[in-house]
């Protein structure tokens, strides 16, 4: 239940909203009601009427019937518009309040979790919470306001008949969803299992469908996920079947209602305690009062699924963070010379450190080089620079400041990354470009792509700087989309720069061209570039080798170009 209370505070702005959505549904619930009764009522006075030859007014009940008619329409329409208005809000809401408690454990915090898995918390799990209000607390408190109208309304013409449609209505609304409650939560927590997992699957199937294919392992993958998908299907068709019985028990129930009425309401109408249409009444009346209790079965069947879906978003959300932000940052320093002492990095889980006993001065205004094979710690030193993590030993340092004494916004306001693996979101080209500066007006775009040596490749596009990339990047080279990354780095104007391998996957002729590219970039900034070979970069003040996480080398060097 902590996880309801925790929710239900979330939702606590628009209170309003689910209020008088719940008002409007209880209204309309009552209208039909009330529609059925008397229409029971007037239909039998008529027809008693007419057998008589006795007069009528028909002209009251009449109104009042298709007033009856009309609040139920009106209802019924202004509920769904507040209710689905206040579902979309309370969605709305919970969707950038899970983004603003990821942003900050990212990258560090969420390095345990697949995308596949994460798309589906930010997706299914929020998508399954609007079920919380709309088919879960709307149709209880609906269903408790109204029975409590319809055990006083039957009570004002039989105790005893309005104990018996009572009694009903309370197996209809109270054993029944308890009953669908303990046999779904099986089903129902397990689909919720099943979904993130098939999700993550597929996604990552997808991603790397070329491996599978190459592998000959792409066949295997798809037993896997049939089997994942046909589990899913078994824990649904396990609650369409409680589902079904619900229905069928509730059908029955309202057919015994009607029963009771009678069976409890003829000696009533022999003893003159009744009259005939007031049978009639109570009759369908304890028809249609099982509407308010219909949904109650599935609003506790989806209790467990809802559960689920939230409890997996606070996981998430209640990890602290890797890094802990200051509470009183000091300001940033005025030199941008980066220095790490004594610092060492291990990652949680592992039992070796990623670096060790790093002491490295980085120059404001030098151009350094960072070499190192794959696994030797060059990517753990750039999380650490951008303070993604803190080191577990030691301190890094910016202009004399330990990096755990700044903001991290103002820190990496300092700094631009072109990173690894180059990321282009599936937009346009402006629209990436712009992610580093989203005032940059065209010319600063055009400056930056012909600082990048982009600019006529995308002159040349039918579409120019609207041109879309499709998803990451698929319609640019590598080397278009390592220049597209620098443009963006250049946009954000940072001192410091870093380029984490640069030319990774490419060519030796474009590998000379990004280098030329590069040297054009890299002036008035400190730069470090990390590589796991050597590049023909000009102006290299040191170059620094890294092996199984530890500094072996820093070679402080002339202005000039070094051999490929």
């Known amino acids: 239940m902590n996880w309801f209370r925790r929710v239900l505070a979330l939702y606590r702005p628009y209170l309003g909203w689910m209020a008088l959505g719940t008002l409007l549904a209880l209204l309309a619930l009552l209208a039909n009601v009330g529609l059925m009764a008397l229409s029971g009522w007037f239909i039998t006075a008529m027809g008693l009427a007419g057998i008589g030859g006795a007069a009528i007014n028909y002209f009251t009940p009449a109104a009042i019937i298709r007033g009856l008619a009309m609040a139920r329409s009106a209802g019924r329409y202004g509920e769904r518009i507040l209710t689905h208005e206040a579902t979309f809000r309370l969605i709305a809401r919970l969707r950038v309040w899970l983004f603003g408690h990821i942003e900050p454990l990212a990258p560090a915090g969420?390095?345990?979790?697949?995308?596949?898995?994460?798309?589906?918390?930010?997706?299914?799990?929020?998508?399954?919470?609007?079920?919380?209000?709309?088919?879960?607390?709307?149709?209880?408190?609906?269903?408790?306001?109204?029975?409590?109208?319809?055990?006083?309304?039957?009570?004002?013409?039989?105790?005893?008949?309005?104990?018996?449609?009572?009694?009903?209505?309370?197996?209809?609304?109270?054993?029944?969803?308890?009953?669908?409650?303990?046999?779904?939560?099986?089903?129902?927590?397990?689909?919720?299992?099943?979904?993130?997992?098939?999700?993550?699957?597929?996604?990552?199937?997808?991603?790397?469908?070329?491996?599978?294919?190459?592998?000959?392992?792409?066949?295997?993958?798809?037993?896997?996920?049939?089997?994942?998908?046909?589990?899913?299907?078994?824990?649904?068709?396990?609650?369409?079947?409680?589902?079904?019985?619900?229905?069928?028990?509730?059908?029955?129930?309202?057919?015994?209602?009607?029963?009771a009425v009678l069976l409890l309401g003829i000696p009533l109408l022999q003893a003159q305690l009744l009259s005939g249409p007031?049978?009639?009444?109570?009759?369908?009346?304890?028809?249609?009062?099982?509407?308010?209790?219909?949904?109650?079965?599935?609003?506790?069947?989806?209790?467990?699924?809802?559960?689920?879906?939230?409890?997996?978003?606070?996981?998430?959300?209640?990890?602290?963070?890797?890094?802990?932000?200051?509470?009183?940052?000091?300001?940033?320093p005025a030199t941008n010379e980066l220095r790490l002492e004594g610092v060492a990095l291990r990652y949680p889980g592992s039992r070796?450190?990623?670096?060790?006993?790093?002491?490295?001065?980085?120059?404001?205004?030098?151009?350094?080089?960072?070499?190192?094979?794959?696994?030797?710690?060059?990517?753990?030193?750039?999380?650490?620079?951008?303070?993604?993590?803190?080191?577990?030993?030691?301190?890094?340092?910016?202009?004399?400041?330990?990096?755990?004494?700044?903001?991290?916004?103002?820190?990496?306001?300092?700094?631009?990354?072109?990173?690894?693996?180059?990321?282009?979101?599936?937009?346009?080209?402006?629209?990436?470009?712009?992610?580093?500066?989203?005032?940059?007006?065209?010319?600063?775009?055009?400056?930056?792509?012909?600082?990048?040596?982009?600019?006529?490749?995308i002159s040349a596009q039918p579409q120019g700087y609207d041109t879309w990339l499709g998803e990451t990047g698929v319609k640019v080279s590598g080397g278009q989309a390592r220049r597209i990354a620098i443009a963006r780095a250049l946009l954000k104007d940072a001192p410091i720069l870093i380029l984490d391998e640069p030319t990774e996957g490419l060519d030796n002729q474009t590998v000379d061209e990004l280098c030329h590219t590069l040297d054009e970039v890299m002036h008035g900034r400190t730069v470090l570039v990390i590589s796991h070979r050597a590049l023909p970069l000009h102006g290299i003040t040191q170059t620094i080798t890294l092996s199984e996480g530890r500094l072996v080398a820093s070679i402080a060097q002339a202005n000039q170009p070094l051999a490929q």
């Open 352 to 457: 070796a450190n990623a670096l060790t006993g790093i002491d490295l001065n980085l120059p404001q205004g030098s151009r350094s080089l960072l070499l190192g094979d794959s696994g030797a710690g060059k990517s753990s030193l750039v999380n650490l620079l951008l303070r993604f993590w803190d080191p577990s030993e030691g301190r890094v340092l910016l202009g004399g400041c330990d990096l755990r004494q700044l903001d991290s916004a103002d820190l990496r306001s300092r700094i631009s990354v072109v990173s690894q693996h180059t990321h282009l979101f599936n937009a346009s080209i402006r629209a990436n470009l712009l992610l580093a500066a989203p005032q940059a007006s065209q010319a600063q775009l055009e400056r930056a792509c012909r600082a990048a040596r982009i600019h006529d490749f």
């Open 278 to 332: 007031q049978l009639s009444m109570l009759a369908l009346f304890a028809l249609a009062s099982f509407e308010a209790v219909a949904p109650l079965p599935l609003a506790l069947q989806l209790w467990s699924e809802t559960g689920a879906a939230a409890r997996r978003l606070f996981e998430i959300t209640d990890q602290a963070s890797v890094t802990r932000e200051p509470a009183h940052p000091r300001p940033l």
């Open 110 to 259: 969420l390095h345990g979790l697949h995308s596949g898995d994460l798309l589906s918390r930010i997706q299914k799990d929020v998508d399954r919470l609007d079920a919380l209000y709309l088919r879960i607390l709307l149709p209880i408190v609906v269903a408790v306001l109204a029975l409590l109208v319809f055990a006083v309304f039957a009570a004002a013409y039989s105790t005893k008949i309005a104990a018996a449609v009572l009694s009903l209505l309370l197996i209809g609304g109270v054993a029944l969803p308890l009953w669908a409650l303990r046999r779904a939560r099986g089903p129902g927590l397990a689909q919720v299992r099943l979904s993130a997992e098939l999700r993550t699957r597929v996604i990552d199937g997808v991603q790397g469908l070329a491996e599978l294919i190459n592998a000959s392992a792409d066949a295997r993958y798809a037993e896997e996920i049939a089997r994942l998908s046909d589990a899913w299907l078994a824990a649904q068709d396990d609650l369409n079947r409680i589902s079904s019985l619900n229905t069928a028990a509730l059908g029955l129930l309202a057919g015994l209602g009607i029963w």
